[in-house]
Nanobody, 125 residues
Framework: QVQLVESGGGLVQAGDSLRLSCAAS????????MAWFRQAPGKEREFVAA?????????YYADSVKGRFTISRDSNKNTVSLQMNSLRPEDTASYYC?????????????????WGQGTQVTVSS
């Protein structure tokens, strides 16, 4: 059974940092692209960042997080991380890890097959 489990969320103040982690199990994700999405109450799920397979896979970011967030992965450990710096109140959301087969990076949640249960990030002003 494929499983993605996020961790690292919490309550922080504006300007603080958080590091989210996603542990994948059930299969090897070395040939999968991985991504982070977020969803705030009453809003649609929003793309945050994606990374291709391999430890030096290509990356792609939403404009709203570019320069503040960094996505990385350890293919040997089947983990993907999201380092979030200079957090803002508008970053408050549930953050989800997702995976899809292939190297092409896509921002559409419909393209991702596997999803985690989410971890809450709350940024106070």
């Amino acid at each position: 059974q494929v499983q993605l489990v996020e961790s690292g969320g919490g309550l922080v103040q504006a300007g603080d940092s958080l590091r989210l982690s996603c542990a994948a199990s059930g299969r090897t994700f070395s040939s999968h692209s991985m991504a982070w999405f977020r969803q705030a109450p009453g809003k649609e799920r929003e793309f945050v960042a994606a990374i291709g397979w391999g430890n030096v896979g290509s990356t792609y970011y939403a404009d709203s997080v570019k320069g503040r967030f960094t996505i990385s992965r350890d293919s040997n450990k089947n983990t993907v991380s999201l380092q979030m710096n200079s957090l803002r109140p508008e970053d408050t959301a549930s953050y989800y890890c997702a995976a899809r087969v292939g190297q092409v990076l896509t921002t559409s949640p419909m393209s991702y097959v596997y999803w985690g249960q989410g971890t809450q990030v709350t940024v106070s002003s």
